[in-house]
């Protein structure tokens, strides 16, 4: 199993460096005195930010990309609070890569410094 799937597509190894990112929700901010006068609303919600990969194919980032396509998508993941597998819908923030070789049609063959931000929807 990877550290991260996307709609059961099995992400390749990533750089080091993910930065699975746990959120807590408050309703309201603090009174007049400044203590937190806030209630939790619903669960926690988690941001997967950083997640880079330094060379793909074209092929992999292609496929990557076209999964993120849709705008909700499942990611299953190992939550840092359990420490066990958890999938919760997200969207994708930016998407990047750089072109590193093309064949002799100008097309890229091999992708670097790849990065996607996935964010959870809340439900």
Same mark, same amino acid.
């Given at each position: 199993?990877?550290?991260?799937?996307?709609?059961?597509? +099995?992400?390749?190894?990533?750089?080091?460096?993910?930065?699975?990112?746990?959120?807590?929700?408050?309703?309201?901010?603090?009174?007049?005195?400044?203590?937190?006068?806030?209630?939790?609303?619903?669960?926690?919600?988690?941001?997967?930010?950083?997640?880079?990969?330094?060379?793909?194919?074209?092929?992999?980032?292609?496929?990557?990309?076209?999964?993120?396509?849709?705008?909700?998508?499942?990611?299953?993941?190992?939550?840092?609070?359990?420490?066990?597998?958890?999938?919760?819908?997200?969207?994708?923030?930016?998407?990047?890569? +750089?072109?590193?070789?093309?064949?002799?049609?100008?097309?890229?063959?091999?992708?670097?410094?790849?990065?996607?931000?996935?964010?959870?929807?809340? +439900?």
């Amino acid at each position: 199993m990877s550290y991260i799937s996307i709609n059961g597509y +099995e992400l390749p190894p990533s750089k080091r460096g993910v930065h699975p990112v746990v959120t807590t929700i408050v309703d309201a901010g603090r009174n007049a005195n400044g203590a937190v006068v806030g209630q939790r609303v619903g669960r926690d919600q988690y941001k997967i930010d950083g997640l880079e990969w330094p060379w793909l194919t074209a092929a992999q980032w292609s496929r990557i990309l076209s999964i993120l396509s849709r705008f909700f998508v499942y990611v299953t993941f190992i939550d840092p609070v359990s420490n066990s597998p958890k999938t919760i819908k997200m969207y994708c923030g930016d998407r990047s890569g +750089e072109p590193y070789w093309v064949d002799d049609q100008g097309r890229p063959t091999h992708y670097c410094n790849c990065k996607v931000n996935l964010i959870d929807v809340g +439900e």
